[in-house]
């Protein structure tokens, strides 16, 4: 038996993971630990709550739960993660993301655990033109242009630090765009659905044709799955799709599902640093370790549309919790 503690488990994909963990792994103990802080919510967790030990603490301090527990593992999706947001208030970003990780390290340093998989993000390399012919690799440099992907290129070298000079025995992730369901209503394409359900604008930047690579939560659990299991211990693993898509194209997919008039779409301007494109080469996790995605992306898109539009009790209440109002940019 493995015991694992998940940090950001009431959030969107940790709790995606928590779940997939307890169907997949029933003989494992899973300790879910989360600072609920405006985007994470117990509800995530509700269906597999009695399945799991639930700890709700800041990751800053970890440390009782990892001896409390006598975790093995630790798989870190504890971040700030929303780019908006980080421009309003970068500070936030780099408490948790940087600095929260390494108490994390270092508490899991102490403790003495069997890995650490920290969550990361494409977004550390920066952006490619819309043009370019090529894709960010585990070797691209890290050129970040905002502060939440500088705070996510902050923990992510922390983290090849604490394997380096202390022998930490960690793995690392970077992923695409993720999408899925409970997934908190200011991201894209929850905030497009809730507010096309409502009949509200749909507010697509300016930059409309830029584009990211999308990937169905499920799918990215997985390969932190086969990471885990068969992942080269100081290694990163690039987990993407290949399946690229705009903001306007994501908005037209909303609208179809749904039956509404595109002229729901609403142009507002770009955030500052907004990027243009990500694009990940996934080649080393399905050469090595054989991880694919299985979820098609007009198939999964569209599920998860319909999703949103048949929970309003789990998104309503959360809606008005976002600190982010777009636009608001204070840039000094």
């Not at 440390?63 to 936030?92: G, I, K, M, T, Y």
């Not at 242009?145 to 705070?151: E, I, K, L």
């Not at 930047?205 to 390969?223: F, G, P, Q």
Request: glycine share 6%; hydrophobic share 40%.
């Amino acid at each position: 038996m493995t015991t694992l503690l998940v940090t950001g488990a009431a959030g969107f994909i940790g709790s995606h993971f928590v779940r997939h963990w307890v169907c997949e792994h029933p003989a494992d103990r899973v300790v879910a630990l989360d600072a609920l802080t405006y985007a994470g919510t117990e509800t995530n967790l509700a269906d597999v709550r009695d399945l799991i030990s639930f700890v709700h603490a800041d990751i800053a301090d970890a440390e009782q739960a990892l001896r409390e527990h006598a975790v093995d593992v630790v798989v870190n999706f504890a971040a700030e993660s929303h780019n908006s947001l980080a421009v309003l208030d970068p500070a936030r970003f780099f408490r948790t993301n940087v600095l929260g990780t390494q108490a994390l390290l270092e508490a899991a340093r102490q403790v003495g655990v069997e890995r650490f998989h920290h969550v990361s993000t494409c977004e550390v390399y920066g952006d490619l033109a819309l043009d370019a012919e090529h894709a960010f690799t585990e070797d691209s440099p890290y050129r970040p242009r905002t502060p939440y992907n500088a705070s996510k290129a902050g923990a992510d070298h922390a983290v090849r630090a604490y394997h380096e000079t202390f022998g930490l025995p960690v793995t690392i992730t970077n992923c695409a765009n993720n999408y899925g369901s409970h997934q908190f209503p200011e991201k894209v394409l929850p905030l497009f659905t809730t507010r096309a359900l409502d009949g509200q604008p749909l507010p697509v930047y300016t930059s409309k044709d830029n584009r990211r690579e999308w990937i169905h939560a499920l799918d990215h659990v997985r390969a932190i799955e086969a990471v885990l299991d068969r992942g080269r211990v100081g290694d990163t693993y690039h987990v993407g799709t290949g399946v690229e898509a705009s903001v306007e194209e994501l908005a037209d997919l909303v609208l179809d599902e749904l039956g509404l008039s595109q002229d729901l779409k609403h142009e507002v301007p770009d955030r500052p640093g907004h990027d243009r494109r990500y694009l990940l080469d996934s080649t080393k996790i399905t050469r090595e370790l054989g991880w694919e995605p299985e979820v098609p992306f007009e198939q999964g898109m569209r599920e998860t549309v319909r999703w949103y539009a048949e929970n309003r009790d789990w998104w309503e209440p959360l809606r008005d919790r976002s600190p982010v109002v777009e636009n608001a940019w204070t840039v000094t």
